[in-house]
């Protein structure tokens, strides 16, 4: 595994959390004090009670999964449609536009040409679920809940397959799923810490 997975090339943004309660003066009934402020680490970003990151190293699913833990984070699991539409509208807006050139090579053609080819990840992002041990039983890799695909919303996963589901940029990052070897990009998910 690369050791240069700090580099995410994320902005950096940066959260202002409002206590006021209400829209006009209203006045503020519990003091600060008894109020707890939830953040999220620099270059993660806010959804609800969680903190997302793109992760825009590729990888095959496993290697980001095990990325995500060593970021006490875990491989994004999808528990709600709100949650579902913010990471396909966060993605719009800041996902990769193409796979990552993995690698150029050569090769000579019919008449003795040679050609450069390159090879490309795939332009999606890993979420994290799985059917790896058992064809058709889809799993959240972390929390082992099962994958509800009413939430996902999509029609596009072949559910009988062993394989692990991602964002599908090509498909306005829709879930679909891939062979678990796949190299793509990924999201990490994690709590939000109380300051
Ligand atoms: C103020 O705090 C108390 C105790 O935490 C809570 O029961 C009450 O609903 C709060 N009031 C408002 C207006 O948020
Ligand atoms: C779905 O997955 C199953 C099991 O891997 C495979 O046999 C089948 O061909 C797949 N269907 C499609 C449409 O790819």
Known sequence: MQLDVMNFKMPLIV??????????????????????????????????????????????????????????????????????????????????????????????????NSNQMEYKSF???????????LPGHWYWGKSMKKVDFSILGSHSVNITDSSCLFLDRANLYLARNKPCYTMMYSVCEKAPYTV
């Open 15 to 112: 959260f202002s959390i409002f206590l006021a309660s209400g829209i006009h003066g209203t006045p503020i009934s519990n003091s600060s004090e008894n109020v707890e402020t939830k953040r999220c680490p620099d270059g993660y970003t806010r959804f609800k009670e969680s903190c997302y990151l793109l992760n825009n190293e590729v990888s095959s699913w496993i290697e980001a999964y095990q990325i995500c833990n060593i970021f006490d984070s875990r491989l994004v699991e999808v528990d709600t449609s709100e949650e579902n539409t913010f990471i396909q509208g966060y993605l719009k807006e800041h996902g990769q536009q193409k796979g990552q050139l993995i690698t150029t090579f050569t090769y000579r053609g019919n008449y003795g």
């Open 123 to 133: 332009p999606g992002y890993w979420i994290g679920g799985q059917s790896m041990e």
